[in-house]
């Protein structure tokens, strides 16, 4: 199942260590706004989800230090067979991290003991496996 905008807009926001109002201070939103972004939910009524315009997530983009293909794939204002025809959609939908999280990610995994690192062996097993798999595709 695809992640929606808001889910994904959340996750990006939080995985930047970002509260709502800061972020929505740094594109130019109310966190109202933000908010309903991030709950997809159209106040006007107009439409049952709410997206951002091209502008506001280039916005996002750069608030959230992510590529804008990654935001505009997201929010489903890129799509691989739309308009705005971009392969680069078919690979951030696919791969929910960037670099930078998975540097993240890894420092925090070096920073753990030799026990604690065994602990997270299967998780690992299963990344290669799947990272693998997508080569394929």
């Known amino acids: 199942m ?3 905008f808001g889910r994904f807009l959340a996750r990006r926001r939080k995985a930047a260590g970002l509260r709502p109002a800061e972020l929505a201070r740094r594109i130019g939103v109310t966190p109202k706004y933000l ?3 991030e709950r997809g939910t159209d106040p006007s009524g107009i439409s049952d989800t709410l997206r951002p315009t ?6 996002i983009a750069s608030a959230l230090g992510i590529p804008a293909t990654e935001v505009r794939c997201a929010a489903g204002l890129i799509t691989p067979d739309g308009p705005e025809k971009s392969s680069e959609c078919e ?6 991290f960037t670099e930078s999280e ?6 925090k995994y070096e920073a753990l003991t030799p026990e604690q690192r ?4 299967p998780i690992l097993d299963m990344i290669d496996h799947e990272l693998e798999r997508l080569k394929k595709i």
Request: charged content about 30%.
């Open 2 to 4: 695809k992640e929606t």
């Open 35 to 37: 908010s309903y972004l």
């Open 54 to 59: 091209t502008e506001l997530a280039d916005a």
């Open 91 to 96: 690979e951030s939908t696919r791969n929910g």
């Open 102 to 107: 998975f540097a993240v990610l890894f420092e």
């Open 118 to 121: 065994q602990s997270f062996r």
